[in-house]
């Protein structure tokens, strides 16, 4: 039943927003509105949304892109975004750009996606993993393991190094081998001791 003082404009703006969450386990932005409502202009968009936050419906970060969060996300749960993880060549990780300790966001994702793990997530630069249709830009659940089985796809810590990376785990002749999921690129064989298995790949989201 449609709240009272709410015109269809705005109800079809909401139902979009909750249906686009419920599809890609983010935000829209508002040029997404724009067209998947049919909305004339941005500005009409804004002054909708205005109102759906001053009604309590919605909450937005003016800093912070793709930043609308439902107040009652029914059947969601929300993931932190933890920050890049290379799918190439290895990244560091404690840096303000990189990984960090508070999310640099939360994402609202369907508990059908989720099936209730606790899960955090991580945004992917490179291309190693393209033939396990993960592309630069996409985002990876990560489930917080610390053990891996052959073939499990991982997020790794090289202490050594003291950066981390996206790859499939398998054990070889007692070495530790990080397989890229793209022909042009070659495995790399580590010491046991130098591999600190962080996360396992639980799903996928890739970008529009």
């Known amino acids: 039943?449609?709240?009272?003082?709410?015109?269809?404009t705005?109800?079809?703006?909401?139902?979009?927003?909750?249906?686009?969450?419920?599809?890609?386990?983010?935000?829209?932005?508002?040029?997404?509105?724009?067209?998947g409502c049919g909305i004339s202009s941005t500005a009409v968009v804004q002054h909708h949304l205005n109102v759906l936050?001053?009604?309590?419906r919605i909450r937005r970060d003016p800093e912070v892109f793709r930043s609308i969060q439902l107040t009652d996300p029914v059947g969601t749960s929300t993931v932190p975004l933890l920050g890049t993880?290379?799918?190439?060549?290895?990244?560091p990780v404690p840096t303000g750009e990189t990984w960090t300790a508070e999310p640099?966001?939360?994402?609202?994702?369907?508990?059908?996606?989720?099936?209730g793990r606790q899960l955090y997530a991580l945004?992917?630069?490179?291309?190693?993993?393209?033939?396990?249709?993960?592309d630069d830009g996409d985002i990876v659940l990560m489930e917080p393991v610390d053990t891996a089985e052959n073939g499990d796809m991982v997020a790794v810590w090289l202490k050594s190094e003291q950066?981390?990376?996206l790859k499939r785990f398998y054990l070889e002749k007692g070495k530790v081998c990080l397989r890229p999921a793209n022909r042009l690129m070659g495995p790399v064989y580590l010491d046991p001791e130098n591999v600190e298995v962080?996360?396992?790949?639980?799903a996928v989201i890739r970008k529009l």
């Open 53 to 56: 936050e001053r009604e309590g």
């Open 10 to 35: 705005r109800e079809k703006v909401y139902r979009f927003i909750r249906s686009f969450f419920q599809e890609h386990g983010y935000a829209p932005t508002v040029r997404d509105i724009l067209r």
């Open 123 to 134: 945004r992917v630069k490179g291309l190693s993993m393209m033939d396990a249709l993960i």
């Open 198 to 202: 962080q996360g396992k790949v639980a």
């Open 163 to 165: 950066e981390a990376t």
């Open 85 to 91: 993880i290379a799918a190439g060549e290895p990244i």
């Open 1 to 8: 039943m449609r709240q009272p003082g709410l015109n269809t």
């Open 104 to 115: 640099l966001e939360t994402l609202q994702l369907p508990e059908e996606l989720t099936q």
